[in-house]
């Protein structure tokens, strides 16, 4: 890592971006005190893994991207299995594993062994575990790989809830449209750097154009009239498709099928679409396949 910072308020979902290898595991890693950054500091709620280690990991919860699960006892025995390990007991174990299961909705499977749960509900214990000790900071490494959309929606519903409830969720994922749902700030790392961060929308503006019209059309027509119109970034024309570019879509479009009505030609389709986090992501990380 070379230069990542991160900032994550209560009440917040952060997104964590980046290709194969550019360190989203390393920085969940460091930040939870598994790993020990060369320079730089790692700080929850004023207290640092060197000057407070038992009270700065109790201050954070860890969802790992592979399943950390006693397969072999009961899935409320596994949340109270990590909750001694935070130093609960008594009472106060008991209700926190209680209220921990009924959020991701295993109450009725308390007794169960993991090892007969389906993926998405293993995932869904998994969250269980990481909140057993009631944590400021949860750290979430892919928490939905491997799951179908059914429990995909069961855990984004688990974690918008703990977000009203005023936790700080740092969020990785190689679903762009997760991040679109879930996040409220957006940061887009690249060989241990930050390369972007900021809301949707702030992304979003670092693109040449946000959105673009697909025109099927006939006649003569030459595409480059169109950069004539204000808000027309780019124009060209394959066969019988345009393609226009632009920032502002609802303006642009009435001009440019003017231009073309005005040129004899006939309109046969039309269709629009608006740029994505994708977009955004491929534009500053680049298209080429990963290791």
Do not use: W
Not at 13 to 22: F, M, V, W, Y
């Amino acid at each position: 890592m070379a230069g990542v910072s991160l900032e994550v308020a209560p009440g917040e979902i952060l997104g964590l971006l980046g290709p194969n290898g550019a360190g989203k595991s390393t920085t969940v890693g460091m930040i939870a005190g598994l790993i020990t950054p060369n320079k730089g500091t790692v700080t929850v709620n004023g207290k640092t893994l060197a000057g407070h280690a038992a009270d700065y990991k109790r201050g954070i919860g860890l969802v790992p991207q592979e399943l950390a699960l006693y397969e072999g006892l009961g899935a409320l025995a596994n949340l109270q299995l990590f909750g001694a390990l935070y130093g609960m007991s008594g009472d106060a174990l008991r209700q926190r594993a209680a209220a921990a299961l009924e959020l991701v909705g295993l109450t009725e499977r308390a007794r169960d062994k993991p090892a007969s749960f389906s993926g998405g509900m293993k995932r869904r214990l998994n969250i269980a575990a990481a909140l057993v000790h009631d944590p400021d900071v949860l750290l979430l490494d892919e928490p939905t790989a491997g799951v179908d959309p059914q429990s995909r929606n069961a855990i984004f519903d688990n974690l918008e809830r703990l977000r009203r409830a005023g936790k700080a969720l740092i969020y990785t994922t190689h679903y762009m449209e997760e991040a679109e749902r879930l996040a409220d700030r957006i940061v887009i790392i690249d060989h241990g750097k930050t390369v972007a961060s900021g809301t949707l929308p702030e992304l979003l503006r670092l693109l040449p154009a946000t959105a673009s019209l697909a025109i099927e059309c006939d006649g003569a027509f030459d595409p480059a009239t169109l950069l004539t119109l204000s808000g027309v970034s780019r124009a060209q024309r394959a066969g019988d498709l345009i393609s226009v570019a632009t920032n502002d879509l609802g303006g642009v479009t009435p001009g440019v099928l003017a231009a073309l009505a005005a040129a004899g030609c006939k309109v046969r389709t039309l269709g629009s679409d608006r740029a994505s986090l994708e977009d955004v992501f491929l534009a500053l990380t680049g298209r080429q396949l990963r290791d």
